[in-house]
């Protein structure tokens, strides 16, 4: 489905990175919670994440630091928590760089998206926007270019979704037809539907399952043609 639609027209792809672009998702969230108890003293289990009402860095820590201390995080904590967010990143990288490896076909597909004149890429994650360039970095995937929103924009994923979208296509003649969201959590599913967009899921496993439970109707497992 991916390989088809690049040669459909006038079409825009809005990206999500973790979990998608490379299989970072389950390392990132690891590092995030690493970063955020050394910062605030106050350790447990990795909370779901399904159980934010934003499953952004931004929103996951303000409602998590208004759960447990009762208060939003003030601006020097959370500058605190980007920092050493980025470093427990590097360390993954440094024993683990599988992680942030692009799925198989990501490469190939960003460069068939590239050679269409009408087709147009940008990505939305739902991380902040440092650690974002520093995954994109670690992947190769920074020489794509590609226009990026984050957390750092706004605390919803459907409101990253509209920045991504405009900075995608501040170039274009003319907005494309048709925008596609491309996720693998349910929380991307979601976002495009609030959005009016089509939505396409990398996913296998029990995430895939789960996707498929909330109604997606495309799911790959990876970017690679069929």
């Known amino acids: 489905m991916l390989w ?3 040669n459909s027209g006038r079409q825009a792809f809005i990206l999500d990175l973790d979990g998608t672009l490379m299989p970072s998702a389950e390392i990132d969230n690891e590092c ?8 605030l003293g106050k350790r447990q289990t990795l909370p779901e994440l399904q159980d934010f009402s934003h499953v952004t860095d931004t929103g996951i820590l303000h409602e998590w630091c208004e759960r447990e201390l009762g208060r939003k995080p003030v601006a020097e904590e959370t500058a605190r928590i980007k920092q050493h967010f ?3 990143l590097e360390a993954a990288a440094d024993h683990q760089p599988a992680h942030f490896d692009p799925l198989p076909g990501v490469v ?3 460069e068939a998206v590239a050679g ?3 087709v147009y890429a940008g990505i939305a994650t739902g991380g902040w926007e440092l650690s974002a360039r520093l995954k994109l970095q670690l992947s190769g995937l920074d020489r794509f270019g590609l226009p990026l929103a984050s957390s750092d ?7 990253i979704m509209r920045i991504a979208a405009q900075r995608t296509c501040e170039e274009a003649a003319e907005n ?3 925008f596609t969201y491309v996720g693998d959590g349910v929380w991307d599913l979601q976002a495009s539907r609030e959005l009016g967009w089509s939505f396409i899921g990398i996913a296998s496993g029990a995430r895939a399952k789960q996707l498929k439970m909330a109604g997606a109707r495309v799911i790959n497992v990876n970017f690679c043609k069929t």
């Open 86 to 88: 980025l470093s427990e």
């Open 176 to 178: 494309p037809l048709d």
């Open 32 to 39: 995030f919670w690493r970063a955020v108890f050394s910062c």
């Open 116 to 118: 269409q004149p009408d």
């Open 108 to 110: 190939e597909w960003l």
């Open 4 to 6: 088809k639609w690049v």
């Open 153 to 159: 924009d706004a605390i919803s994923r459907a409101q």
